[in-house]
Each structure stands twice: as C-alpha cells, then as structure tokens.
C-alpha cells in the first residue's frame, strides 16, 4: 500500500473507517503480504480498492455507489469475505487472474457484480448474488459464457438468502451529493 510515495510494511490493518470520494482509487496495494482491510465503508469512488499484488484480506467492509469496488490485478491473492457491494455503476469486482478467496459476500443492485479478465477460473462459491435465480446470477457475473476466451466464475453453490454481516453501518444521505462549479468569464 502506498500512499504519496511512503512504502508501508506489515502487519497493517485499516479499520472502522470512512473512506468518501477520493477520486481514482482509494487504495492501493502493491504486493503488501499482511493487511487486513476490515470494517469500512467505502463510498463514492472509481476503485475504491486497487490489489495489484500480496495476499490481503478484506473482510466486513461495506463497499456503496462507487464505479467498482475492487480491482483485482493478476498475481494478487486477495481473501475477500464477508463484505457487503451495492450500487455500484460499473461492475463491483474485475478480477484479472484467479488466485484469490471470494466468499460470504453480499451482492446487490449492481449493475454487473463480476467482470472476469483472464482465463483462470475464480472460485467465487457461497456468496449471495442478489438472487436465488441461476439465471439472474450468471446474468450479472461477465465470464466464460459471454467470452469462451474467459476463465469460469464458479459461483455454485451459492447461499439462498444475504449473509448477516458484521459492516459498519452509513447513510448516504448524510453525504450529499457533489456539486460542480461552473465558472464562465464575461463575453464567454
């Protein structure tokens, strides 16, 4: 994990936070082998978490309305557990290779919770899809079914009805929207 150039080194944990629109990614990790991610919320952002390499877990954080959730680049081995994605414009998760745990998450009103890259099937079994409908679930994963040049995402078994989960709780609400500024010079 970088952040204005420092490099940190385990064992990091990031917790009971608010991370609210930081703009390209709110973090990223750069083969960190001992960070833990867990309680957070996660709000507005293009990636809220980047894992360009290491073997973080990210676990019970709630991640709300940002572009993607997280980006998952080849090498990294993430274990993701646990964790709420909703509402997001994008896909919540891209993943570039396998490697990674992905399981007891929460999946809902995304417009695409999964965006396979590469050829390796992805372990994804025991998460709640938003559904209980196989169709709808494969409906919302972008893998090897709508590009045989993909990897799998093994999302069989999955539960039936959302996990409880341990994330912090948030309001939107009490973070209103941005505004933009709009300047205009006389005789423009």
């Known amino acids: 994990m970088a952040a204005g150039g420092q490099k940190l080194y385990g064992p990091v944990i990031l917790e009971n936070c608010r991370l609210i629109r930081s703009g390209r990614s709110s973090i990223e990790i750069h083969d960190l082998q001992n960070i833990t991610i867990r309680r957070n919320v996660f709000y507005q952002h293009e990636n809220a978490i980047r894992i360009l390499?290491?073997?973080?877990?990210?676990?019970?954080?709630?991640?709300?309305?940002?572009?993607?959730?997280?980006?998952?680049?080849?090498?990294?081995?993430?274990?993701?557990?646990?964790?709420?994605?909703?509402?997001?414009?994008?896909?919540?998760?891209?993943?570039?290779?396998?490697?990674?745990?992905?399981?007891?998450?929460?999946?809902?009103?995304?417009?695409?919770?999964?965006?396979?890259?590469?050829?390796?099937?992805?372990?994804?079994?025991?998460?709640?899809?938003?559904?209980?409908?196989?169709?709808?679930?494969?409906?919302?994963?972008?893998?090897?079914?709508?590009?045989p040049g993909l990897g799998e995402v093994l999302f069989r078994p999955f539960a039936e009805t959302p996990w409880e989960l341990n994330v912090p709780p948030f309001d939107p609400a009490a973070f209103p929207q941005k505004t933009r500024r709009i300047h205009s010079r006389p005789g423009k």
């Open 53 to 147: 390499g290491g073997t973080p877990v990210v676990e019970n954080n709630l991640f709300i309305q940002n572009v993607r959730a997280l980006w998952i680049h080849e090498g990294a081995a993430p274990v993701v557990r646990r964790n709420q994605f909703s509402d997001h414009s994008s896909e919540a998760i891209i993943i570039d290779s396998g490697g990674l745990v992905l399981s007891e998450n929460n999946f809902s009103e995304n417009t695409l919770n999964i965006r396979l890259q590469g050829s390796e099937d992805v372990p994804a079994r025991g998460n709640w899809w938003g559904s209980a409908d196989s169709a709808r679930i494969e409906a919302l994963i972008h893998h090897h079914s709508d590009d």
